[in-house]
């Protein structure tokens, strides 16, 4: 029986566990990020992977940080064969890289090398791209950038926002990392380099990157929205006031006002002028101090004042 300890945190990884167990590989621990505050009223929440393990009967390991940490110490302590990764959200130390026999891979929720580091899903969506898929990979100190063992591709649909991306990667990192496992312990497994040539990194969400550009082009900002959906959601102000915009579409519209400007308003929805002589039709929104709503809530409630020829910034 392979001796595995597992490491991830958000709800992608979850079923990932939970397929390490029902297929009978030996789950020593769970390695995941702290619980955190979430939500207005800052409740302390456990991440998915440790609510997973706990269902699973797991013992959970929480450091806030790795290196040099007593955690990282009790992890090597328990000898191992292999660390298998999935959206941690941490960089392994050198000696915990070195301990397993087998080494440490992660699955990764891209087709490297293209969008190594932490919000691949995101950033392929917000690029336009019309695949995406999983890798499972080597890990080594570098970000991302360890020798390749398996991959598998699927599209991205226009409809398709980050939530809906995660869920299907998730499922197809699932059943890649079980077809890949095998070779892994068996030592039978490919190891391709990584193209240096064609990396491309896809960062942490920064705040700069959630706001709303309108005098770019309204398929640019459709991208942005659903690929900010339904975290951390991209935003924009309106009279000082800042704005959350949940789901939108690209629309035709006759007008050549300023990005920005508020073209036309229907009972269910409005439309914000974009660059090239595009628009944007809100359907859903996030006034500041409530709670999201669709845009006919908005325009009957809060946003009943809203007017042809406001301005969005």
């Not at 001796?3 to 990884?13: K, R, Y």
């Not at 990192?173 to 039978?188: F, W």
């Not at 809060?302 to 910034?313: P, Q």
């Amino acid at each position: 029986m392979t001796n595995i300890v597992f490491m991830g945190t958000p709800a992608f990884s979850a079923p990932i566990l939970r397929m390490l167990v029902e297929e009978g590989y030996n789950v020593l621990a769970v390695v995941t990020q702290p619980d955190r505050p979430v939500g207005r009223k800052k409740v302390l929440t456990a991440p998915p992977v440790k609510e997973e393990a706990v269902k699973l009967g797991l013992p959970v390991i929480q450091p806030i940080k790795l290196k040099g940490s007593p955690e990282l110490d009790e992890i090597i302590a328990l000898a191992p064969d292999l660390i298998v990764t999935a959206a941690f959200g941490q960089l392994l130390p050198k000696e915990l890289l070195d301990a397993p026999a087998l080494g440490c891979i992660n699955v990764h929720a891209s087709l490297l090398p293209a969008y190594r580091g932490g919000a691949p899903i995101h950033q392929a969506i917000i690029d336009g791209q019309d695949k995406t898929g999983v890798t499972i990979m080597y890990m080594e100190e570098k970000l991302d950038a360890g020798d390749i063992i398996s991959q598998s591709e699927i599209p991205i649909a226009h409809s398709d926002d980050t939530g809906l991306l995660f869920d299907k990667l998730s499922k197809v990192g699932l059943d890649l990392l079980k077809e890949t496992l095998p070779s892994i312990i068996s030592k039978t497994n490919n190891r391709v380099k990584q193209d240096e040539s064609q990396v491309t990194f896809a960062r942490n969400i920064s705040r700069e990157q959630e706001r709303i550009d309108w005098n770019k082009s309204a398929l640019n900002i459709h991208n942005q929205i659903r690929g900010l959906h339904p975290w951390p959601v991209a935003y924009t102000t309106l009279a000082g006031q800042t704005v959350k915009v949940w789901q939108a579409d690209t629309i035709q519209v006759k007008s050549k006002e300023l990005p920005g400007t508020v073209v036309k308003i229907e009972s269910d929805y409005f439309v914000v002028q974009t660059g090239l002589e595009e628009a944007i039709r809100i359907n859903e929104l996030q006034p500041a101090g409530k709670k999201k709503m669709s845009a006919e809530d908005y325009l009957r409630g809060v946003g009943s004042k809203l007017r042809i020829g406001d301005t969005f910034e």
